[in-house]
């Protein structure tokens, strides 16, 4: 099995990940290395045709996809080692990573791992709606990877499942599609995000439906309907061709749990053990992982400052309260 070796290795490159990587390597480190599993870098903003991104970061307003290529290529510009195809699989208590790749399996010995998994929505399943499995019923995600990578249209008017911020992002894309969804649908009061961000697609004929929750989907093989329990208790249907379920963010922590750590979401730190306890200095955790969701903008703010966290830590320099891990 091949085994080789870096400074610090990235899980993760989406904007948090490629931030941390570009600023490690500006901060003198010499060897990091980027584990990427999609055979792109730039997570989920890739899938993103429309704007706004990069008002922070480059001081203007760019497409999701024209961002990440610019974060890609400033982190390959200053040096980063990017693996794309790369999957970790295990982590091990002193940075050994154990990684699948096109190439088979091979281990990393790293002296700091930051993980930036993100964060994914959470799927239909998860939240109990009942109805048979018809086609057109699908996460943001798997929406704007279908739009904007495959160049596909899954349905024509499908209704909108949540008003997160990523939910106007699913808006944005049906609409870049030639898609018009039928309503928006929020359980709440009033919209999650920005209040008057419901304005727009009020103004482009698609209602927003607060105090509404979905009951059921309608449909065999495709979507032809949605049944909705209004303010006042009464079952409402509209008529759809799809389903598009929008934010509830769950971060993806499965490879910190199962080596034993917890995330801890308040502060940039080191891992923690299940009592909170840092335990471990070998591993770090930032972006969505620790709090979704976070704009990619604040991921990548956010990547700068634990940049400089994890060159403190190799430096034997980090804050006190975190000094006595090993101990």
Not at 9 to 37: F, M, N, Q, W, Y
Not at 157 to 164: A, D, L, M, N, Q
Not at 193 to 217: C, D, F, H, K
Request: charged share 20%.
């Amino acid at each position: 099995m091949k085994s080789t070796q870096c400074q610090v290795a990235i899980i993760g490159a989406g904007p948090g990940g490629l931030s941390i990587a570009t600023e490690l390597k500006k901060l003198g480190v010499d060897h990091v290395a980027l584990l990427e599993r999609e055979s792109t870098a730039g997570g989920i903003p890739r899938h993103c045709g429309h704007s706004p991104f990069g008002m922070r970061e480059f001081r203007r307003v760019l497409s999701g996809a024209e961002y990440t290529r610019r974060l890609t290529a400033q982190a390959e510009k200053a040096g980063v080692e990017i693996r794309l195809a790369t999957t970790v699989t295990e982590l091990g208590q002193c940075g050994e990573l154990s990684l699948s790749t096109n190439e088979g399996r091979q281990q990393l010995k790293a002296e700091r791992v930051v993980i930036c998994s993100g964060a994914r929505e959470k799927p239909r399943a998860a939240r109990l709606v009942s109805g048979a499995r018809p086609q057109a019923v699908m996460t943001t995600g798997a929406l704007q990877s279908m739009i904007y990578l495959k160049q596909q249209r899954p349905c024509k008017r499908p209704v909108i499942i949540g008003s997160e911020m990523v939910a106007f992002s699913a808006f944005l894309s049906c609409r870049h599609a030639g898609m018009k969804p039928v309503a928006m649908i929020e359980a709440g009061p009033v919209v999650s995000w920005w209040r008057l961000a419901a304005l727009l697609p009020r103004l482009l004929g698609t209602p927003v439906l607060t105090n509404t929750s979905l009951e059921a989907i309608e449909g065999k093989d495709k979507v032809r309907a949605v049944m909705l329990k209004r303010p006042s208790g009464e079952l409402a249907t509209i008529d759809c061709d799809g389903v598009i379920f929008t934010g509830q963010f769950i971060g993806e922590s499965t490879l910190a749990t199962m080596a034993g750590f917890a995330i801890d979401t308040v502060t940039n730190s080191p891992l923690v053990d299940a009592y909170g306890r840092c335990s471990n200095i070998n591993y770090f955790a930032s972006g969505n992982l620790r709090y979704p969701l976070k704009t990619a903008g604040q991921c990548w703010r956010e990547g700068r400052d634990m940049a400089s966290l994890v060159k403190a830590s190799l430096d034997g320099k980090l804050p006190d309260r975190w000094a006595q891990t090993n101990a």
